[in-house]
C-alpha cells in the first residue's frame, strides 16, 4: 500500500462518523457497519478509481454494498472521501433524509445501487460486472455481502452467474462476522466453509483477517492478477469490530442504547476524536 497511516486515519474517520451518526439518531445497525469498515477504508482509500468528480465517468470502479443494513457505514466512507458535507451524515434516518437507513441510488450521491433486501445487491454486482467486460472497459465492481445475506438462494444464483461468465472484474467481499439478526450465523444456517464453497463455484477464493487492511488490500492485489475467474474474498470480521464494548456486545446487530451502552458508545467516540486530533487526511 502506498501510506498505510493516511489509510489508518481514513478508517479511523469511517469509525467515528459511523458511531456519531447511529448516536444522533439514537439507534441503528452498529453490529454489521463497523464490521466492515477497513474494507471501506481500503476500497474508497487505496483501491477504487472513484472520487466525486468521476461519479459518472463510465470507466469508474463501482462499489455495491449489497448488505444494506451497513449503510451507516458507507454513508461515513462517502462523507470522508467528499461526496457530500458530515454534516448531513446527522440527518440519517430521519423525516425529508437523503441518507435512509438503507442506501438509495436516487437519494445519495456516490451510491450506485438501491439495497436493503438481501440477495438484491450481488446480483446487480455480477451484471454490472458483465456489462463492463462486454464494453471493454478498465474497470471492477467490489460488492460486501453478509455471511447472513448469503442464506439466500439468489447469491448463489448470481455467484453461478458471475463465474460462468469468467467476470474477473468482480470482487465479492463477505463479511463474515459470524452473526445475523436472530443470533449466530452457524446455528441458524450453517454456511460451512465459504472459501470451500466458492471455489466449488468457479471462484479464486481466499480468507483474510477482516481487520488488517494491508491482508485485505494484498488479497484484492493478488485477485486481480488472474484473469479467469470471480474473486471472493472472505473477511474474518467481528460485529461491531474496533469497539470492544459493542464486540462483546450479544445483541449488537441493531441497538437501542441503554444508559450503559451510550456511555461506551461516547467513550468509543470521544478516543476516536482524541486519537484523530491534529491529523490532516489530505
Not at 476500497?43 to 459518472?56: C, F, Q, T, W
Not at 445487491?121 to 460486472?129: D, K, N, W, Y
Amino acid at each position: 500500500m502506498n501510506n498505510l497511516r493516511k489509510l489508518q486515519m481514513l478508517r479511523d474517520r469511517i469509525r467515528l462518523w459511523t458511531l456519531k451518526e447511529l448516536d444522533h439518531l439514537g439507534f441503528g445497525h452498529y453490529g454489521g457497519s463497523l464490521s466492515i469498515v477497513e474494507s471501506l477504508a481500503v476500497l474508497y482509500g487505496e483501491v477504487m478509481n472513484i472520487s466525486p468528480a468521476k461519479k459518472d465517468d463510465p470507466n469508474r470502479d463501482y462499489f455495491i454494498l449489497s448488505k444494506g443494513h451497513g449503510g451507516p457505514a458507507l454513508y461515513a466512507a462517502l462523507a470522508v472521501k467528499g461526496f457530500f458535507d458530515y454534516e448531513q451524515l446527522y440527518t440519517l434516518n430521519q423525516n425529508g433524509t437523503r441518507l435512509p437507513s438503507h442506501p438509495d441510488r436516487n437519494l445519495t450521491e456516490g451510491v450506485e445501487m438501491t439495497t436493503g433486501s438481501l440477495g438484491q445487491g450481488i446480483s446487480v454486482a455480477a451484471g454490472v460486472a458483465l456489462s463492463n467486460k462486454l464494453a471493454n472497459r478498465d474497470s471492477f465492481t467490489y460488492t460486501i455481502v453478509g455471511d447472513g445475506e448469503l442464506n439466500e438462494g439468489q447469491c448463489w444464483e448470481a455467484i453461478q452467474f458471475a463465474a460462468h461468465h469468467q467476470l474477473s472484474n468482480l470482487f465479492v467481499l463477505v463479511d463474515d462476522n459470524k452473526k445475523q439478526l436472530d443470533g449466530l450465523t452457524a446455528d441458524i444456517c450453517n454456511p460451512f466453509d465459504f472459501v470451500d464453497k466458492f471455489q466449488s463455484f468457479g471462484f479464486e477464493a481466499v480468507r483474510v483477517d477482516g481487520s488488517d487492511m494491508e491482508q485485505i488490500h494484498q488479497a484484492i492485489a493478488e485477485g486481480k492478477r488472474q484473469k479467469e475467474k470471480p474473486v471472493a474474498i472472505i473477511l474474518d470480521t467481528i460485529k461491531g469490530q474496533g469497539v470492544p464494548y459493542l464486540e462483546e456486545k450479544a445483541d449488537n446487530h441493531h441497538i437501542r442504547p441503554s444508559a450503559e451502552d451510550q456511555a461506551a458508545i461516547e467513550e468509543a467516540i470521544a478516543l476516536l476524536e482524541q486519537q484523530l486530533s491534529g491529523e490532516v487526511l489530505k
